[in-house]
DNA sequence: CCGGAACGTGAGAGCGCTCTCATCACAAGG
DNA sequence: CCTTGTGATGAGAGCGCTCTCACGTTCCGG
C-alpha cells in the first residue's frame, strides 16, 4: 500500500541524528545551532560539519512550543473596499516589510479578512499568541480589530497614523506635508482658485491631506472657501462626481489638488469632458504617484510616498518591540517628493 | 523587576486545564476540539462550555510538532521586477488564495525572495517542510527556484502554465483565447492591418498573447506580417518604443492589441504624439483591464482576467494536493472577458 | 445467559527542541 | 596537595498536543 497521505516531513533529520553523528549532545549541537559562545572550536567544527552532511534543518514547531515564541509576524490588511487594489501601495508596502523580516528569518503571515466575522477570527489568532506580532494596514475610523488589537499586548505596529483614540506605534508617511506640497506648487504656478478632492474623513489620509491642502492657502494667505472642497472615495468615479460640485460651484477654478491619483483622473475626464485645457485652464496634482499617474493625458504631477521604506520601517519598529529592545511607543513620519508632471504646467503652455 | 522580553503565550490556556475543568481526560478534550466522533454528546457539551469559559485555542505548535503538519501553506511571489507591482493583480490574487485559505483554517505564509540568495533560502524553507504545500506565481523561464521546487516532493500549485519542461498543477486564465477575442474584436470593427505589442517571450503570458493574435489573423484569413508584431516589457515605455517600431515598419496601421493595459497606455501617447485619433485612425486593445484602462484618453477597451478567481482555484487544488484526494496534476483554465470602452469603437466615430 | 462486537473514555508515550542543572576537566591560588 | 573557580559538555525534564492502545460498559445474537 502506498502512502496514501502525504503527512509529516518525511524523515526530516533530527537534533539527535546531528549530534550522534557529531559525538556530542543534543544540547551542544543546539547550542552551535543558535550560535552559543559555549562552545569549543573544534567541536563546533564537528557539529558544523555534521549539520552540512545531513541538511539538517530545525524543526520550527518543536523550537516553537519550548520557546513560546513563533518567529512569525501577522499582518492585517483589513480593506473591504477594493481601494487597496487600485494602486500598487499594498504589494510594495509588502515587499517592504518582507525584506526586513527576512533578514532577521522571521515569517510573514498575511491575514486579508473579508467579512466582520474573518475580522474576529483574526484577532482571535492574532490574541492566541500564534505570532510573535503584527503590522496593521490601519484606514478607518471604525476598524474593531483595530481596536481589539490595541487592548491586547501583543506587539503592534501600525502602518499610517492610527484614528482617534487608538494608541499604537506606527509609521506614516507625511501625508499633510504632502498635500501642503502639491498645492503650494500650485500656487507657485500662478494658480489662484485652487480646489481640492478630499478623500473620505474617516480615513486619516484623508484628513491629513485636506488639512496639507488648508496650510497650503493660508500660508499664502488665499482664501479656504468651503465650496472650493468636494470629496470623493479615493476612486476615479468619485473623483469625477466630485469635480462637477466644484465646477458648479467654481466655474472659475484654475487649480485641482485630487488626494488621489484616481481620482486626478476623474477630474481630468470632467475637464476635458467641459472644454477645458490641462493645465492651461486648469492644472491638477494628484497623489500616490501611481502607474495611472504617468498613463493619463496629460500625464499627473503626483505626490509620491516611500512606500517600500515605509514597509521597511514598519518591519524594523516590530522587531524592535517584540525584543524588547524598545518597549516606548514609536512614531515615524517619512517624508514625500512632488513629482512634476505636464498636468500642472505653467499657465497656457503650447 | 518588570518582565523584561516578552515570551510566551502568556499563560494560555491549555488542553491539561480544559480537561480538568471539564472532568474528563486530555485525550477526550482533543477530540472534542478535533470533531472526533467518538464523543457522547453529553461529555462533548461539557467540554465545549469549558473551551469557551476558558478561552481555549489550541496552541499550534504542539499540534504540528506531533502530526508533523504545519497548517499553513507558502505563496511564493518571485519576481524581481517591478511588472508585478504596476497592476492590481498580486494583491487580488492574495486576496483570493487568503478568502480559500481562511475557510480551511490555513495560514498564508507570504514569501518574496529578492535576490538569487533569498531564492535559495526559500526554497530550502519550503523544502525543509515548514509549510504544508506552496503556491507558486511563476512567470519566468529561468526560475531556478521553480525547478528545485518541482523536484521536491512538496504539494505545489503555479499560478499560470509552467514554462518548458517543467510538470505541476497550475491554474492559468486562457491567454490565448482572450488574447485572440481581443483581436477578434479589432477584426469585427473593420480593421485589417492590426499589429500587437508583445511580451517579453520568456514569459508565458507573452507566449500565450502573441499566439491567439495570430490564431485571430489566421482564423480571419489575414496575413500574419512579423513587421506588425513588436516586444515591449508590460511596461508603458516599453509600449510607447514598440508602438514607434510599428508605425515605421506600417503607418498603414489601424488597430494595435497590447498584451498590458500599461502597454497599450504607451501605444496611446505615441499614436497621440503622431496626430493619430483612437479609435477613429487607429483602434487599440489592452490586457488586463486595470485602473489604467479607465483612465486613459479613451478609455481602454481591454481583456478581464478572473484573477480572485484565479486565486481560489489554486489554493483549492493545493488543499487538495496537500490532503491527497487527488494525487493527479491538475491544470485549469479560466476564461476571459473582453471589456469594450472607447479606444476600440468602430471606425471614424464622431 | 454468555461471548464478543461496538463504543466511549483514559493512560501514557513521544513529537523535536531548549534550558536548567549537574558533572567533569583543568588551571590557578593558597 | 587541596580548594576553588571557570568553562565545556551531557543528562533529563518538559513545552502542549495527538494517537495508540487498553479498559470498561453496553448491547446484540445465539
Redesign the pocket.
Known amino acids: 500500500m502506498a502512502s496514501g497521505v502525504l503527512r509529516?516531513?518525511r524523515g526530516?533529520?533530527?537534533?539527535?541524528?546531528?549530534?550522534s553523528r557529531a559525538?556530542?549532545?543534543?544540547?551542544?549541537?543546539?547550542?552551535v545551532?543558535?550560535g552559543?559562545?559555549?562552545?569549543?572550536?573544534?567541536?563546533?567544527r564537528g557539529v558544523e560539519s555534521a549539520i552540512a552532511e545531513l541538511g539538517?534543518?530545525?524543526?520550527?514547531?518543536?523550537?516553537s512550543?519550548?520557546?513560546?515564541r513563533t518567529a512569525s509576524i501577522g499582518v492585517v490588511i483589513n480593506e473591504p473596499t477594493g481601494r487597496l487594489f487600485d494602486d500598487p501601495f499594498f504589494p510594495r508596502l509588502l515587499r517592504g516589510i518582507s525584506g526586513s523580516l527576512t533578514e532577521r528569518d522571521l515569517q510573514l503571515v498575511l491575514l486579508m479578512p473579508e467579512s466582520a466575522e474573518d475580522a474576529q477570527r483574526t484577532a482571535d489568532y492574532l490574541i492566541a499568541g500564534h505570532v510573535d506580532g503584527a503590522v496593521m494596514v490601519s484606514l478607518h475610523d471604525d476598524d474593531v480589530l483595530l481596536s481589539r488589537l490595541a487592548l491586547a499586548s501583543i506587539p503592534l505596529v501600525l502602518v499610517g497614523r492610527p484614528p482617534q483614540g487608538v494608541s499604537a506605534s506606527f509609521v506614516d508617511v507625511d501625508n499633510r506635508q504632502g498635500a501642503r506640497s502639491a498645492v503650494e506648487h500650485l500656487i507657485a504656478g500662478g494658480r489662484h482658485v485652487i480646489g481640492t478632492i478630499a478623500g473620505p474623513s474617516d480615513m486619516p489620509p484623508g484628513v491629513d491631506r485636506l488639512a496639507g491642502y488648508r496650510d497650503a492657502l493660508a500660508a499664502a494667505g488665499l482664501i479656504s472657501d468651503p465650496a472650493l472642497i468636494a470629496y470623493g472615495d479615493f476612486t476615479q468615479d468619485g473623483g469625477a462626481s466630485a469635480m462637477r460640485q466644484l465646477l458648479a460651484a467654481h466655474p472659475d477654478i484654475d487649480g485641482v489638488f485630487a488626494a488621489s491619483d484616481l481620482m486626478a483622473a476623474g477630474v481630468l475626464s470632467i475637464l476635458a469632458a467641459t472644454g477645458r485645457h490641462v493645465p492651461g485652464d486648469v492644472a491638477v496634482v494628484g497623489y500616490d504617484d501611481s502607474a495611472v499617474a504617468t498613463s493619463t493625458n496629460p500625464p499627473l504631477t503626483s505626490v509620491h510616498q516611500p512606500i517600500e521604506e515605509m514597509g521597511r520601517e514598519v518591519a524594523r519598529l516590530l522587531v524592535e518591540a517584540i525584543d524588547g529592545t524598545n518597549r516606548a511607543r514609536r512614531r515615524v513620519i517619512l517624508a514625500t517628493d512632488l513629482v512634476k508632471r505636464a498636468s500642472s504646467a505653467g499657465r497656457r503652455v503650447p
Open positions: 509529516d516531513r526530516a533529520t533530527t537534533l539527535e541524528e546531528v549530534a559525538g556530542v549532545s543534543r544540547a551542544t549541537v543546539s547550542r545551532v543558535n552559543s559562545p559555549r562552545v569549543s572550536p573544534d567541536v563546533r539538517y534543518v530545525p524543526n520550527r514547531a518543536a523550537r512550543l519550548v520557546t513560546g
